[in-house]
């Protein structure tokens, strides 16, 4: 018989960030059916059930705060808690959920978008000691306006509390691989620095892990189902958490007819982007044509003079966007990848 192995989340639990430091981010990405929604919401309980410590369970839409104790407790309480029976109540006018474990409160559920909510009540919240937001990627693309900020606030607003003005509340990360240009990724710096082998990823203050289950991926190729989708987009994603990755993806050197779009500055040096006319790819090269008037930064920092911020672009970044996903974008080399990925980071 066949051994099946599920996720275990002690050892990036243990591991440090890049500077030496405990992480206040550990993001996990697998998979799916890899089991590491169940290690976690195992992991809340039992800190619960053994230090009385609560947890916030972090959703992005309101409308996501129905039932939360089925979806949340369902599946760990017939596997490991047979004798908890978990409920809810919701107060705030339905902007937040508390969660109880036999009728002791043992935490609650909020909403990103709801995140000013979440401010003027923050009081409530001064007794979280953990934060977990499962699926912080959405496989639809779709993010809260101002996601990153919103976030942000939300934990800054737990951390308050206990006579400190910041309490180390640790926030766990879930997700299955979608997209390499996630809020998240680009917020992070995560985009430009994996590779298909990557296991373990160190940055300041988070640590991330990347997870390939075999056993949940030779399960899901064994069904019937899958194998009939296996040429369906879907399936690479589902089974084998795929997504491009790879740092040399689409890198490659180009010389075809083209028409200059645009100029970027990243990092301090500028680079271009053009339209190549038999392909119809997109392409960004460090050929730059100083004389050309549309002229962006890519970044704050490399706002100047002659250059408009990004956001004054939105649209045709949108877009770029969207030929990325589309796998219609090709890159000089390296860096011109990341200062595209700099370019149509999430921000504002």
């Given at each position: 018989m066949e051994k099946v192995e599920f996720y275990d989340g002690t050892k990036i639990l243990s591991m440090k960030d890049i500077n030496g430091k405990t992480p206040s981010i550990f993001m996990i990405v697998s998979n799916r059916t890899a089991g590491k929604t169940t290690w976690f919401n195992r992991y809340l309980v039992k800190k619960f059930l053994e230090k009385g410590e609560k947890f916030m369970l972090v959703y992005r839409w309101k409308n996501e705060l129905n039932d939360i104790s089925v979806k949340f407790f369902k599946d760990i309480q017939e596997l490991f808690f047979p004798n908890c029976e978990m409920t809810e109540k919701k107060f705030c006018k339905g902007n937040f959920i508390e969660l109880f474990i036999n009728n002791k409160s043992c935490g609650y559920a909020v909403s990103i978008n709801r995140a000013d909510q979440v401010k003027k009540y923050s009081h409530y919240f001064s007794d979280v000691e953990r934060i977990l937001m499962d699926e912080f990627q959405s496989e639809d693309n779709r993010y809260c306006p101002n996601e990153i900020t919103k976030f942000i606030s939300i934990k800054t607003s737990v951390s308050r509390g206990k006579g400190k003005q910041q309490r180390y509340v640790p926030v766990y990360m879930l997700a299955n691989p979608y997209s390499m240009i996630n809020p998240y990724y680009m917020e992070l710096g995560i985009s430009d620095r994996l590779y298909k082998n990557t296991k373990f990823l160190r940055g300041d203050g988070y640590v991330f892990e990347q997870n390939l289950n075999e056993s949940a991926a030779k399960a899901m190729e064994e069904d019937g189902f899958m194998r009939a989708f296996r040429n369906n987009t879907a399936y690479d994603y589902t089974v084998n958490g795929s997504?491009?990755?790879?740092?040399?993806?689409?890198?490659?050197?180009?010389?075809?007819k083209n028409t200059y779009r645009a100029t970027i500055k990243s990092d301090g040096n500028c680079y271009c982007i053009r339209s190549?006319?038999?392909?119809?790819?997109?392409?960004?090269?460090?050929?730059?044509?100083?004389?050309?008037?549309?002229?962006?930064?890519?970044?704050e920092v490399d706002h100047g003079e002659g250059f408009v911020l990004k956001y004054q672009y939105k649209t045709f970044i949108d877009l770029l966007?969207?030929?990325?996903?589309?796998g219609q974008i090709r890159f000089k080399n390296k860096r011109c990848k990341t200062a595209f990925f700099n370019l149509i980071r999430y921000t504002r």
């Open positions: 997504y491009i990755i790879d740092d040399d993806a689409f890198i490659e050197k180009i010389h075809e190549l006319d038999l392909s119809g790819y997109i392409y960004i090269d460090d050929n730059v044509n100083m004389q050309f008037p549309t002229k962006i930064s890519a970044t966007k969207i030929r990325f996903e589309y």
